[in-house]
């Protein structure tokens, strides 16, 4: 009896000494009370090779395509994050974006043919990665075969937050 007390006791002790006094004040405090969802998201991750001396014409188009998604396509209920990295100091450009179904992807690829074909004049695909559920996967690899991409298959189990 006096031994479990003390057990009891001394993990009361542990856990209050990693808790933190106050969550509003410490960078840990949202992992504490996060909660986590089944991650199948669809990333598409285009690397473009900017053309010599066409980087002021290619760079001039990646507002296009940040305009077409978010204020004229009207995929809100199909992207979940879009956006540009770079250029680095090898004149490269990555889009970071993320779907919520094959569909979704698809859709997008529909919507900014325009503003892709205009890029495609200052600068090559010279990488392209595609994750996700295999199932949905499986939906991409034709109607994508042209652009040959090197397809990730999300593994089971993988998870993201519900904070975004």
């Avoid at 993990?11 to 004040?25: E, L, N, R, V």
């Avoid at 199909?78 to 100091?89: A, M």
């Avoid at 889009?95 to 698809?106: D, I, K, P």
Wanted: hydrophobic share 40%; proline share 7%; net charge negative.
């Amino acid at each position: 009896m006096k031994l479990s007390l003390i057990i009891h006791a001394i993990t009361i002790a542990c856990a209050s000494a990693f808790a933190p006094i106050s969550p509003a004040k410490t960078p840990y405090s949202s992992a504490l009370t996060m909660t986590w969802r089944d991650d199948n998201i669809v990333t598409l991750v285009p690397k473009f090779k900017i053309k010599e001396g066409k980087k002021e014409q290619y760079m001039k188009v990646l507002p296009k395509f940040l305009e077409k998604v978010k204020v004229k396509a009207n995929e809100e209920d199909t992207c979940v994050f879009y956006g540009f990295v770079g250029p680095n100091e090898n004149d490269e450009v990555i889009c970071r974006e993320g779907y919520v179904s094959a569909e979704g992807l698809l859709a997008h690829l529909a919507n900014v043919d325009e503003e892709l074909k205009e890029a495609l004049e200052n600068a090559d695909i010279t990488e392209l990665y595609i994750q996700g559920p295999p199932a949905e996967l499986e939906k991409l690899k034709e109607p994508l075969a042209a652009f040959n991409p090197t397809y990730y298959p999300l593994h089971p189990g993988s998870f993201r937050s519900t904070k975004n």
